[in-house]
């Protein structure tokens, strides 16, 4: 017991140590606030050039090129030569959940044990002080669904803003979408190299087993609901309750054409709202997809193709395909060891094979903002929308030249400082270059 206390112990010290104590969450602005002279990118494909945003009280108030600044006491920030863009949304991410990936679990609580969970909230879980957060927010990440793992039913996902003291300051769209996994019906790679050799393993009929289970559970629950005294009370089943009203979405986690059918099955028996997460193979049946209005969060786009028989490049072409055949899709960097930073480059990727430049910003705006169910608040440059939006030297799609100099959460001017700027100017001062 002695021993386990000393491991918590300099876990927490490490964490600690990690932290960015002088970094803190803006104070809200009220009044008129504007950026002027930039060009503006608003999300759903339209640019105005040397255009101006009106923000009154963290509320777009306008976009365009005419708009007059009173000369009271209003704030202004002239970004001539810049590019103002939506803030980004990281579609599909465990942020906040787990901070340290290996060797120190007192860190990480994402994950939770049992198959069916429709009663986990992954939103409680969420640590705003990551020091994960600072870092994606100098990348032009403003917005994250934070998601719970484990189990075939793994709980709710909810979107944060990354500008927060704590999960209920966080909190953008609590529980907007229930979580499930289908068995990959090849049983995946990972079971295939564990599997001893000469061993026999029906992996297509331990998928249908588990994705029966499910199916049996939503029936199970969809009865229960439709009870009119619902004693004793099961808290599985009344945490299916948003679900079947569509308000909440099912997030059904595929990537083997089999699993997607599973998936398509499901959403016309219950008449779900559904998105598809991963959705590697999803090129392949795009137009079913489209057909039952299902979405597709792409996750893992810098990767190898999912068969031997596809093209090297077919996961850098699979979002143009899906653009081609109306399916509405997001794009997201799900890789741990650069910690989700990419999700611009990602979709400068998808620009390079066959999307425009306004398409791929979509995919990570307000293709987004749509799958998650916030796009009446954010998602695109327009009037009504939360002022979310970040300032860049350049373009945002292309590492060489994406600088972000600004960012606005709901008219917040949010610090970009982080950890690695600080080490910068720590080792600039030592050595006279500052």
Not at 389 to 405: A, H
Not at 409 to 426: D, V
């Amino acid at each position: 017991m002695k021993f386990c206390s000393i491991i918590l112990l300099l876990a927490l010290f490490t964490v600690r140590g990690m932290t960015q104590d002088n970094i803190y969450p803006a104070e809200a602005y009220k009044g008129l606030l504007f950026l002027t002279n930039g060009t503006v990118h608003t999300g759903n494909g339209q640019v105005l050039e040397k255009a101006t945003i009106e923000i009154n009280n963290g509320k777009i108030a306008r976009v365009g090129t005419n708009i007059p600044i009173p000369q009271d006491d209003v704030k202004v920030f002239d970004v001539q030569g810049k590019h103002v863009y939506p803030g980004l949304i990281l579609s599909q991410s465990d942020l906040g959940l787990k901070e340290i990936a290996s060797g120190v679990r007192g860190s990480n609580d994402y994950r939770e044990l049992g198959e069916l969970n429709p009663n986990i909230r992954s939103v409680v879980a969420y640590n705003a002080a990551s020091m994960m957060i600072n870092v994606l927010r100098a990348n032009g990440i403003l917005l994250a669904n934070v998601v719970p793992q484990g189990g075939s039913i793994s709980g709710s996902s909810s979107v944060v803003q990354l500008d927060a003291w704590n999960y209920e300051d966080a909190i953008y769209h609590a529980d907007g979408a229930m979580h499930i996994h289908i068995p990959a019906f090849g049983g995946g790679p990972r079971a295939r190299f564990s599997t001893p050799a000469g061993a026999q393993t029906d992996y297509a009929k331990q998928a249908l087993e588990k994705t029966e289970l499910i199916k049996d559970f939503f029936r199970q629950g969809k009865a229960y609901l439709q009870q009119k005294e619902r004693t004793p009370v099961n808290l599985k089943f009344e945490a299916l309750k948003n679900l079947f009203d569509n308000s909440q979405s099912l997030f059904v986690h595929a990537n083997e054409v089999k699993q997607m059918l599973a998936a398509i099955d499901l959403a016309r028996e219950f008449g779900f709202k559904t998105v598809i997460v991963g959705g590697s193979e999803s090129w392949k049946i795009a137009p079913l997809l489209k057909e039952n209005n299902i979405g597709v969060i792409l996750k893992a786009q810098h990767s190898l193709p999912a068969s031997e028989d596809e093209d090297i490049d077919q996961p850098f072409k699979t979002p143009a395909i899906l653009q081609q055949a109306g399916v509405l899709f997001a794009l997201n960097d799900d890789a741990t060891n650069t910690r989700y930073r990419n999700l611009a480059f990602n979709a400068g990727t998808a620009a390079a094979y066959g999307l425009t430049k306004e398409q791929a910003l979509s995919a990570i705006t307000l293709n987004a903002a749509r799958l998650l169910g916030i796009a009446d608040r954010t998602g695109s440059l327009e009037a009504g929308k939360d002022a979310n939006m970040v300032v860049s030297e350049g373009d945002i799609l292309d590492m060489r030249s994406s600088v972000i100099t600004h960012a606005f959460i709901q008219g917040r001017h949010i610090p970009l400082e982080n950890k690695q700027t600080q080490l910068n100017e720590r080792y600039l001062k030592k050595y006279g270059l500052k």
